[in-house]
């Protein structure tokens, strides 16, 4: 059975060990990590997800262990084509330290082909991004800015049942509006508030064995509403809480365990979502071009963009969301 948790609380315990387990509307888990018991090992990845019904762009930071990455795929929906390049930086002496804090907090990175800068705002969030020789073809230039709008978020927390000083922490928000310029040596694409979306995926872990994460996502417009989707593959001690949701302008419906059927080695086929008797029925159809998917590959992370076809229902209120023909993406993952 799921828990919802509705009171705030800290990740870690004072013996170090995380306690708790369950999902929340609203970013209530106050991730105390120098209480952690494994304070100095902890993971963290921040990573945007920006579309308008002409691109896409997708942009991963990560500290893993002591490793930092960079990986940034933009997609063309409109003439087809993902290009994409990645940074990777292992066993440096500089600690790159991602922002934790939602209206504070900044991100400088700079070396020979890339500077980077993430900053939050009370209003929002700034990518500002120079990518020389992007894909070794093309320079990349990402000038945008996030405005945060109201609305729920999920919030899950994982211990890891056999022993509770690891855990995993996820936040997914997808209420922001994007605005700017997204330009790939000659093309350009204009976003702003009417065209374009983004969600933020935040998450903080440690964990005791690596993982295969697979995750369906979309934000996208449909009659007028804004629809978005999370489900994920376990991570973690889940059987209080996952990350299988969607929303509705800015409000969450929580779903529980989802089957899935697809091939990660078949990318060019669909992919088949499932939950309940008749809660998701959803087939993810991946973009070709000339015979070959549409996809991004930056060493463990492969970002496969294409739509969906099918159904979500609205259990609580009775209402079926028609989800023909909507963009979305699905992340596979190592870490």
């Known amino acids: ?92 002496l500089i600690k790159n330290r991602l922002p934790e804090a939602g209206d504070n907090g900044e991100l400088l990175y700079s070396d020979k082909r890339v500077q980077l800068q993430l900053t939050n705002t009370p209003q929002g969030r700034f990518i500002k991004c120079d990518f020389i020789d992007f894909a070794g073809i093309k320079n990349l230039y990402v000038n945008l800015f996030l405005q945060k709008n109201i609305g729920e978020s999920l919030n899950e927390l994982a211990p890891f049942e056999r022993n509770r000083k690891y855990f995993y922490l996820k936040r997914f928000v997808p209420r922001f509006t994007a605005s700017g310029v997204i330009r790939v040596g000659g093309l350009e694409y204009s976003l702003n508030e009417n065209n374009g979306r983004a969600y933020f995926d935040w998450t903080r872990f440690c964990k005791p064995r690596p993982h295969n994460y697979q995750r369906l996502s979309a934000d996208c417009v449909i009659r007028g509403r804004r629809v978005s989707l999370c489900l994920a593959s376990r991570v973690g001690d889940n059987r209080y809480g996952n990350e299988n949701c969607f929303f509705t302008d800015g409000a969450l419906h929580k779903l529980s365990n989802i089957n899935v059927k697809g091939n990660p080695k078949r990318l060019d086929r669909p992919f088949y979502f499932q939950g309940g008797t008749t809660a998701v029925q959803i087939t993810f159809k991946p973009f070709t071009v000339g015979g070959k998917v549409m996809a991004a590959f930056m060493d463990k992370t492969t970002v496969v963009f294409g739509r969906l076809y099918g159904e979500l229902n609205h259990l609580d209120v009775g209402e079926t969301l028609v989800l023909d023909n909507a963009q979305a993406h699905l992340v596979f993952s190592e870490f």
Request: aromatic content about 10%.
């Open 1 to 92: 059975m799921q828990r919802e948790i509705t009171n705030p609380c800290k990740v870690f315990e004072e013996n170090g060990e995380v306690m708790q387990a369950g999902w929340a509307r609203h970013h209530i888990f106050d991730y105390n990590e120098p209480d952690s018991k494994m304070h100095g090992k902890h993971s963290e990845r921040d990573c945007y997800f920006v579309c308008s019904d002409e691109v896409s762009l997708y942009l991963s930071v990560e500290n893993l262990g002591k490793e930092f990455a960079i990986k940034i795929a933009v997609a063309d929906l409109m003439r087809g084509g993902v290009i994409s390049d990645y940074v990777i930086k292992k066993w440096s």
